[in-house]
């Protein structure tokens, strides 16, 4: 009887056996470890950052560097059209305000990318050395001479802008001057030669204040002088100036008896392959774009609705 209970035994056994296999196999059941262990979802948010920081940073690193004359920000001309191209281009346009001789100078340094100025004959020799490429006309608007309506010079008879200068010279009535090398400064410097003088500050009644033209406008008011003025900042800034009145040059630009006057600007890119470093494509984007008939028919409407009259008058080619 012994006997017959062992096969049986035996079997017992290895069913037993047979049934604890399946448990020490547990690595096919082992996959769904790894997702808890590295979680891809809770990385994603690093990809969704990149974007966003690339967004913020080209913007911010396109930026446009324009040096132009006092007379383009004093008036209020580039705030009312630079957005636009800000809008279009995706760059921001950082101005440096300052007289065109200081404004030719960033240029043949290669401390900016384009040039906005007017004194021609400075500007055609920027461009013959090379600092300069391809200068286009943008507008224009003209000089008047203002001073104290008393007018102790009689400035008022004047047929022409040398005879008021001479009368001012006679008279040796104050007189403030810019003298700060801006194409303001050099059309009153040539004034002054036409009447065969070179004035200087040692003269008592020449006033040379090294300012922009706002702060000359200003000094000018204060002291009762006269001074030479670009039209489009005078029209901007007269309602502070109650001391001081166009006495030459006459009420709108039509009016003005000389035409020597008038006063033209141009947009020069910096010439890349003179100064490394200059963004020569974003400077040419802004010289096509500010003589362009969308950007020339903003120029033409700019101060129309306040004083009556164009501050800047488009002269670009089509």
């Given amino acids: 009887m ?37 979680p891809a979802p809770t990385a994603a948010p690093a990809p969704t950052e ?10 911010a690193g396109l930026v446009l560097r324009l040096a132009t004359t006092t007379s383009t920000a004093d008036s209020g001309l580039l705030d009312a059209i630079l957005p636009a191209f800000e809008a279009q281009s995706g760059a921001k346009v950082e101005v440096i305000a300052v007289g065109t001789g200081q404004a030719i100078e960033l240029g043949t340094k290669g401390d900016v990318d384009v040039v906005l100025v007017h004194a021609r004959k400075r500007e055609d020799a920027f461009v013959e050395a090379g600092d300069g490429i391809d200068r286009r006309d943008v507008m224009y608007n003209d000089f008047v001479i203002v001073g104290p309506a008393a007018d102790p ?12 200068f001479s009368a001012i010279k006679g008279a040796e009535a ?22 065969g003088i070179t004035p200087t500050k040692d003269l008592a009644w020449y006033k040379s204040l090294g300012q922009g033209m706002g702060e000359t406008l200003i000094t000018a008011n204060e002291l009762g002088a006269y001074t030479l003025t670009d039209r489009g900042t005078w029209l901007s800034t007269k309602e502070n100036l109650p001391n001081l009145t166009i006495l030459f040059g006459g009420e709108t630009i039509d009016a003005n008896p000389d035409k020597t006057l008038y006063n033209p600007y141009g947009v020069i890119p910096v010439n890349p392959a003179k100064h490394e470093g200059v963004n020569h494509d974003l400077a040419e984007q802004f010289a096509v774009w ?17 004083f009556g009259q164009a501050l800047f008058y488009p002269l670009a080619t089509p």
């Avoid at 003589?291 to 903003?298: G, I, K, N, V």
Wanted: net charge positive; charged share 15%; proline share 12%.
């Fill in 153 to 164: 010079a009689g400035v008022k008879a004047a047929a022409s802008a040398k005879d008021a």
């Fill in 50 to 59: 990149a974007p966003t920081a690339a967004l913020t940073e080209t913007p």
């Fill in 2 to 38: 012994r006997t017959s209970r062992l096969p049986t035994l035996l079997a017992v056994l290895l069913l037993l056996a047979a049934c604890s296999a399946p448990p020490a196999a547990q690595t096919p059941t082992q996959p769904p470890a790894p997702p808890t262990a590295a």
């Fill in 174 to 195: 104050p007189f403030a001057s810019r003298g700060d090398d801006s194409g303001t400064y050099t059309k009153e410097m040539s004034i002054w030669a036409s009447v």
């Fill in 290 to 306: 500010i003589t362009s008939p969308e950007t020339q028919a903003l120029i033409g409407a700019y101060g129309k609705d306040k």
